[in-house]
């Protein structure tokens, strides 16, 4: 094993402990966080809705997601971790009971019951694959890329490329107050990459079946 996966796999270990930590403070509760989703709904209960920055692109599909991934992004976009001006502006507007009961509604959102869960991926091109393995990318997001090794990593099968695009290169933007995403795992992958290398990796991704979604919310029908 590398000297690169070495340090992957060690912050891994310490950011597991933290998320399962926090997990056993906070229960979230679905229903209570249907209710607390107005924030929320006018870009990302949209089908296709587009958001403008860094730069153009869709807002992720997030119904379907692992409920402690969406609230460790919270956490991170409160604590700056995450730099982008609106959605620190909604998680600071959020208590940590409301992260977890708006994590624990997007989970069940527009989940079907005993729905299979998605095999193997396929194969992509050649370059794709090769970038793949570079990465390391199954060993964090499963094989299918929809079954992440803890749930605090996220589904990443048949999310929007753009947006798996612009959040790639935010992982390799450093001093911008306002955009970026301090992760040492990802920082450390997304760095190997050049950005035409991410394009690749998010077209291939994103073409995925996946169990993430839109679910149109009835205002917006």
Do not use: W
Request: glycine share 10%.
């Amino acid at each position: 094993m590398n000297k690169l996966l070495l340090t992957v796999f060690a912050t891994l270990v310490a950011s597991v402990t933290t998320v399962t930590a926090y997990s056993q403070e906070t229960k979230g509760d679905a229903q209570a966080g249907e209710k607390k989703i107005n924030l929320c709904i006018g870009c990302h209960g949209i089908v296709g809705y587009q958001a403008s920055f860094p730069e153009v692109h869709k807002v992720p599909k997030i119904s379907g997601q692992d409920g402690k991934y969406i609230a460790a992004a919270l956490h991170a976009y409160k604590k700056g971790e995450r730099k982008h001006p609106t959605m620190r502006g909604i998680a600071d507007s959020l208590t940590d009971q409301d992260i977890a009961d708006v994590a624990a509604y997007y989970e069940s959102s527009g989940v079907v019951a005993g729905a299979a869960a998605p095999g193997k991926a396929a194969a992509g091109s050649s370059k794709a694959m090769e970038l793949v393995a570079k990465g390391a990318c199954t060993s964090c997001h499963g094989e299918s890329f929809s079954q992440p090794i803890d749930p605090s990593y996220p589904k990443i099968a048949g999310q929007h490329s753009d947006y798996l695009f612009v959040a790639l290169k935010s992982y390799k933007t450093e001093n911008n107050p306002m955009v970026g995403r301090g992760n040492a795992i990802m920082g450390g992958i997304a760095k190997q990459f050049s950005n035409a290398e991410l394009k690749v990796l998010a077209d291939y991704v994103g073409s995925l079946p996946g169990e993430l979604k839109t679910v149109p919310q009835a205002k917006f029908r």
